[in-house]
């Protein structure tokens, strides 16, 4: 009978055998999960866990088989500090990650590794739990501990060599013909002139996101805006936005894209949208468009574009699908009360 030993993991202070222990772990989960994409560096890994966003409190759980010494899972809890600006609105929420190996499933090891970090959720005022599965991986892990499902996303992928480059200049052209007065402009870092207002409708433009029943709320700040960039610069990431500025200098619209340097054939479209009073002239194809023919023409060595959306936003999903993006893989969330949770777990016996 397999015995675990669960540990805190600190990365400052680890030793490069456990980092290795970790990054094995890491790339068997991102190949079951995409099996076709690049696998980021043990560099890159170790970048994104050492370089953390500066509003959120992080917490790492290593379970080790204590015969064979086998890193056998992982867990991440992740919450607002009270530094974030976010925090009132997100104070009583633990959003937590969990991945167990193939071969040590099903014996009860998920559930001994979720207990510390449901535990730890508890201890810091934490009432509700929040996490993803996928069909395949650990939907019904989380289903059996009764987590209600609180939202439905797709990731969608378009092959650059499928795009139909005609419709796509035809939207350019459309919306530069729908929207006089409009012009869209580009950068990595938001111009200093700009940097209030531009926080202000990425707050209001990701608030407006359908998350169905999962709870968070976002509050982009100007601090908080430059510390994304500054992260994204640390770990070399070109972090692309393109706005929409009307005639009278208003920001009305935005996309943008992450490109890893170690994942040079797949770009990440992130969020697209427009400001409510500014929607219905085709703003948002004519981003998109616009944002396409930039990856083309900046991004040689990308074949693909990755993207997910809450499969009940059907504009962002009727737009993806004239573009040509394909469904890739559906992720669920899971919505758990704190004390609920531990009662489950407590009472739980090996699944």
Not at 97 to 120: A, C, H, P, Q, W
Not at 202 to 231: F, G, I, S
Request: glycine share 6%; aromatic share 12%; charged share 25%.
């Amino acid at each position: 009978m397999v015995k675990l030993s669960i540990e805190l993991f600190d990365p400052p202070n680890a030793s490069q055998k456990i980092w290795d222990d970790y990054y094995s772990h890491y790339i068997e989960i991102f190949q079951e999960l995409s099996p076709d994409d690049p696998c980021p560096s043990i560099e890159m890994l170790q970048k994104l866990i050492l370089i953390p966003s500066p509003h959120y409190q992080y917490y790492h759980w290593l379970a080790y088989d204590q015969e064979t010494k086998h890193l056998v899972g992982i867990g991440r809890l992740e919450f607002d500090k009270k530094t974030s600006p976010a925090y009132d609105a997100n104070k009583n929420i633990a959003f937590a990650d969990i991945s167990i190996r193939k071969n040590y499933r099903r014996r009860g090891f998920g559930t001994e590794l979720l207990r510390n970090m449901v535990m730890k959720a508890k201890t810091e005022g934490k009432s509700i739990f929040q996490s993803w599965g996928t069909p395949n991986n650990s939907s019904s892990f989380f289903e059996h501990l009764g987590g209600q499902k609180a939202s439905k996303e797709e990731e969608n992928r378009l092959q650059l060599s499928d795009v139909d480059w005609q419709m796509v200049q035809t939207w350019c052209s459309e919306g530069k013909q729908r929207t006089e007065n409009v012009k869209l402009e580009y950068f990595e870092t938001v111009p200093e002139q700009d940097i209030k207002e531009f926080s202000q409708i990425y707050t209001e433009v990701m608030n407006q996101v359908p998350k169905e029943d999962l709870e968070w709320e976002v509050n982009e700040t100007p601090e908080v805006r430059r510390n994304h960039e500054a992260r994204h610069k640390k770990l070399g990431t070109i972090w692309t936005t393109i706005i929409s500025r009307e005639g009278d200098g208003t920001i009305s619209g935005l996309t943008e894209t992450y490109y890893y340097p170690d994942r040079q054939t797949i770009v990440f479209q992130g969020l697209t949208g427009v400001k409510v009073a500014y929607r219905g002239r085709g703003l948002g194809k004519w981003l998109k468009a616009e944002m396409l023919t930039y990856i083309k023409e900046n991004f040689p060595k990308a074949t693909t574009i990755g993207t997910d959306f809450a499969l009940v936003n059907e504009p962002m999903i009727s737009i993806n699908r004239r573009l040509g993006f394909k469904p890739y893989k559906i992720w669920v969330g899971y919505k758990f009360s704190v004390d609920q949770l531990i009662q489950t777990i407590d009472s739980e016996k090996k699944i």
